[in-house]
């Protein structure tokens, strides 16, 4: 146990590191990288011009930029925000409470959601509600977040709720299909002939087979969700992490957006990596 | 069920049909302005109405349809390509190979894709030509789009490297690229045609959404995504219902794509 969690750690530490390499790296090779539109500014002296050409050049060297950002970050220092001017801790302190609240809210939304519908077309076994989840869950994975972000800006609804409807989809029709298979099952078929009411074997015998497989689907369902909260932040004016990674893209801010994708991938891969702990432990237990 | 996919083929046959005539249905062409009726209602001569700089809006559709859903297959082609490579290495070679090769596909698998091509768009030049925007967006979709399907041909090759005819063409002396050609190739193309169609509708959703952000094909070029990206001024100014059709349009081609692909291995 302690021997899988530790290497799972260190592979955590080992995509960490790619991760903000490939940030900085995808940044350093853009063109007009060294170009900073406060050059333009008229009421800067030329000392000050300077002092942003040379903050410039000293990031140039992707290689030494990584190495001084780690050797920083060890210490606690983030860097400042070349946009925004602000240290990128102070950013992050104000933004990820926020950001991680959106992201809780939207994954038990949808968890809420499809859940409820997966057990309820599967205990009923209405062909009716199932076109209908199916039609909702199909019309949802169609649609862009941007664009869906766009009518809750329109419709004045919370943001959360337009993540927890693009997310809900893959969780509805993974769970469907699980508890489809389970229902399947010799000891569950042999249960409700004998009588077993459709809850009780939906408690006791579907449940327990599929709660595995399901938690593997809960780092993929908030690793899909901070993925959408990303356009719906931008869109709806939300001051989170996803609004100020949208920020730092467009006004090429190399020091936010490593501590970005940084955080982005830590999120989503100790997630993914938790959720995958769980399962092999409960699939352990129950051999 | 059966019927929903012959409805979903005849949709999306229909929908390339009139992408493909976008010429002959509007012959006026995406870029040609009518100044005397800029942001027109529906009329007989423009059936979708005209939009801010009075270009037919029917025939924007019809060639941002063009666009999305003839591009996004070929999207899908590179990052099959590149997932065959990638997962078709990882499997056969095993052992460190296979190691580092599952790092890299996690590691684009941690970074949020959207949240990666955003990242990626945003870094390139945003002042290019139509064509080259176009270009750039599906390349860029198909280069960061194949880690998903790298980690399913990963399974797919290291369970045919174990099946007993993998054994028996090496024991008869087949190996390296004679074992992938006659042996892995042909078993494994079910796996990746699968993974072909998984990508086509992802890929039109994220042009959308780059699209719709500013990010994807530039101007006077329509697509799919750029459509829907006026729509922002749209929605927050006056929405009429028409100018929701490109909308309509993308929701009903995915999930036409959805329907298609609707089958029990292909979700789980």
């Not at chain 1, 040379?54 to 950002?69: E, M, T, V, W």
């Not at chain 1, 990820?96 to 519908?117: D, E, F």
């Not at chain 1, 609004?243 to 957006?257: F, H, K, N, S």
């Not at chain 2, 719709?212 to 101007?219: D, I, M, N, Y």
Request: glycine fraction near 8%; charge should be positive.
């Amino acid at each position: 146990m302690w021997r899988t969690l530790g290497l799972a750690l260190l592979r955590l530490a080992g995509i960490m590191l790619l991760a903000g390499l490939l940030g900085g790296t995808l940044i350093r090779v853009a063109p007009g990288f060294a170009a900073d539109e406060r050059q333009l500014d008229s009421n800067l002296s030329s000392q000050s011009i300077q002092a942003v050409r040379q903050a410039r050049l000293s990031d140039s060297n992707i290689p030494r930029f990584y190495a001084g950002y780690l050797a920083s970050l060890v210490r606690g220092d983030l860097g400042t925000s070349q946009m925004l001017n602000q240290p990128i801790r102070d950013l992050l302190r104000e933004r990820l409470p926020i950001t991680l609240r959106n992201l809780a809210l939207a994954v038990l939304l949808a968890w809420v959601m499809g859940l409820a519908l997966a057990a309820a077309t599967q205990l009923t076994g209405s062909r009716l509600l199932t076109s209908t989840a199916e039609g909702l869950s199909g019309t949802f994975i169609s649609t862009p977040a941007a664009v869906l972000a766009l009518v809750f800006v329109l419709l004045r609804l919370p943001p959360e709720l337009a993540a927890a409807l693009l997310v809900f989809p893959k969780i509805y029709r993974y769970c469907h299909n699980l508890l489809r298979q389970g229902y399947d099952r010799p000891h569950v078929l042999t249960a409700l002939a004998k009588g077993a009411g459709r809850w009780r074997v939906l408690v006791w015998h579907v449940a327990p087979v599929s709660l595995p497989q399901m938690l593997a689907l809960l780092g993929v369902s908030i690793s899909l969700a901070i993925g959408v909260l990303l356009p719906i932040e931008a869109i709806c004016d939300v001051s989170g992490i996803g609004q100020l990674a949208w920020q730092a893209a467009t006004g090429r801010d190399l020091p936010l957006l490593v501590n970005l994708t940084l955080v982005v991938t830590f999120l989503t891969a100790s997630a993914t990596m938790f959720s995958d702990l769980a399962r092999k432990t409960m699939t352990r237990s129950e051999v | 069920m059966k019927t929903a996919r012959i409805m979903a083929a005849i949709v999306l046959v229909l929908a390339g049909a009139a992408a493909l005539g976008a010429h002959y249905l509007a012959p006026a062409g995406y870029e040609q302005q009518f100044r005397m009726s800029p942001d027109a209602p529906p009329s007989t001569q423009h059936l979708l109405g005209t939009d801010d700089l009075g270009r037919d809006r029917m025939a924007r559709l019809l060639y941002g349809t063009r666009v999305s859903l003839f591009l996004a297959p070929i999207a899908a082609g590179i990052a099959t390509i590149l997932a065959a490579f990638f997962g078709g290495m990882a499997g056969y070679f095993g052992g460190w190979v296979e190691r580092c090769a599952l790092l890299f596909v996690d590691l684009f698998l941690s970074i949020p894709w959207l949240f990666l091509l955003i990242t990626v768009r945003a870094v390139l030049p945003l002042n290019i030509s139509p064509q080259n925007s176009v270009i750039i967006t599906f390349l860029l979709l198909g280069f960061l789009g194949w880690a998903a399907s790298a980690r399913v041909i990963c399974a797919g090759t290291k369970e045919l490297m174990k099946s007993e005819f993998v054994w028996l063409a090496r024991a008869s002396g087949f190996s390296g690229f004679k074992l992938i050609r006659l042996h892995l190739m042909p078993n494994l193309r079910g796996t990746l045609l699968a993974q072909f169609w998984i990508s086509v509708p992802v890929f039109i959703i994220t042009e959308a959404n780059l699209g719709a952000l500013g990010l994807g094909v530039t101007e006077p070029l329509p697509s799919l995504g750029s459509l829907l990206g006026e729509l922002q001024s749209v929605i927050v100014l006056r929405p009429h219902p028409w100018q929701f059709l490109p909308l309509v349009i993308l929701i009903v081609v995915v999930s036409c794509f959805q329907t298609l692909l609707n089958s029990s291995e292909v979700r789980t």
